[in-house]
């Protein structure tokens, strides 16, 4: 019999990379789509045309679409990936935020408990939920999210456990640190830069502005994150797991790295809001700060001590930094070659 999996934010990155990972694995696939105007399928142009794919409107804020689209497909295993995921965006939209990642959580999980299915449960939950507590962090590190996205999150974390406890369901969390790829949005750090330093390359921009380059960050290749996420769900008993690389590096590095990779030796100089990065050959400012893209309130290291995930489960990260920023950044340069470079969707952020 073939598997069954639902896919709620099946748009996104990870919702797009997990169901090319498990139409590979011969599942049937059905992903959640939140209705939008504009065509938001370009992450999953290739797998619409697959017979065993299949797109369905709805909504995280509408239970009644969870429970009819869950009766009537029936699956084997539901991942819960869609989100408002954007962490500054969050202190724009809280409420609609706790809506979408706390309360939609609840709803699909009322909905499974109701239909008394019996699927397992994949909960997307996030390394944001730890806030600003010392690194390295794991599954016993008291949580302290520093951001509504962060307390969202939490709420939904908490309450995949207590259905887990209260009525016996297969569900379990994957606390997530920073996943990337080439189809990460263009609205966070790592797409931002890579975008940027192909463009400038190309000669199709001159410089870029950027937030806090402080902060640190424990990027890891979505690709091996979304395997872990169905290694969980292939456990008889289910459990709470940090996936994680356990090292981190801050924004500057990030985009020195990014800029290395197309020839250019990036120097900084100046501080805080007057910081630059600038070509060492050149002398031209490349990147400049922007305060307005800082955080109310930020979360300066993310570190994640995954070890348990290695022993229980035996995931593995299998990608190293400097191999995702090499692929992130000559994706964009091919995009760029191809015509293909539309700039920022969502500059501002
Ligand atoms: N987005 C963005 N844009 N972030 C910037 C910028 C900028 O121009 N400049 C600096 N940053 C800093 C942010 O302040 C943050 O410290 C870091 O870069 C990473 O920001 P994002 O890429 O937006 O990711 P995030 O860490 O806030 O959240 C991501 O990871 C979480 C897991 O820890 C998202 O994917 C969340 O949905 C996810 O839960």
Same mark, same amino acid.
């Given at each position: ?17 997990? !169901? ?299 990608? !190293? ?29």
């Amino acid at each position: 019999m073939r598997k069954k999996a639902f896919i709620t934010g099946v748009t996104g990155q990870d919702g797009a990379l997990l !169901a090319e990972f498990l139409l590979g694995k011969g599942y049937e696939v059905h992903g959640l789509r939140l209705y939008a105007a504009t065509d938001d399928t370009v992450r999953i142009k290739d797998l619409i045309k697959n017979d065993g794919f299949h797109l369905h409107n709805g909504d995280m804020t509408d239970g009644g679409v969870l429970w009819r689209l869950l009766s009537e497909i029936s699956p084997d295993e539901i991942y819960n990936l869609a989100a408002q995921s954007h962490v500054k965006v969050s202190f724009d939209v809280p409420e609609a935020t706790a809506d979408i990642n706390a309360l939609g959580t609840l709803r699909l999980l009322e909905a499974l408990r109701g239909l008394k299915l019996d699927a397992r449960f994949y909960q997307a939950s996030s390394s944001e939920m730890f806030g600003n507590v010392p690194a390295p962090q794991n599954e016993n590190t008291p949580f302290a999210p520093c951001s509504p996205y962060g307390a969202a999150k939490l709420y939904a974390y908490w309450v995949v456990r207590n259905y887990r406890d209260a009525y016996g369901l297969h569900t379990s969390n994957g606390i997530l640190f920073n996943h990337e790829s080439p189809v990460r949005g263009e609205e966070f750090v790592t797409r931002k830069i890579a975008n940027s330093v192909a463009a400038i390359e190309a000669g199709k921009q001159d410089s870029f502005l950027i937030g806090n380059l402080d902060a640190r960050r424990d990027w890891g290749h979505a690709r091996d994150y979304v395997e872990g996420m169905w290694m969980m769900l292939q456990q008889d008993v289910p459990g709470d797991y940090v996936l994680a690389t356990g090292k981190a590096r801050s924004v500057r590095e990030f985009v020195t790295t990014a800029f290395a990779l197309t020839g250019v030796n990036i120097v900084w100089s100046g501080k805080g809001e007057n910081e630059k990065g600038v070509d060492a050959r050149t002398g031209r400012a490349l990147v400049s700060v922007d305060p307005a893209l800082y955080r109310p309130t930020e979360l300066h290291a993310l570190i994640g001590d995954a070890a348990h995930a290695y022993e229980k489960i035996g995931w593995r990260p299998r990608t !190293a930094f400097r191999d995702l920023v090499r692929e992130m950044v000559n994706t964009e340069r091919d995009l760029m070659k191809a015509g293909q470079d539309d700039g920022l969707l969502y500059a501002a952020e």
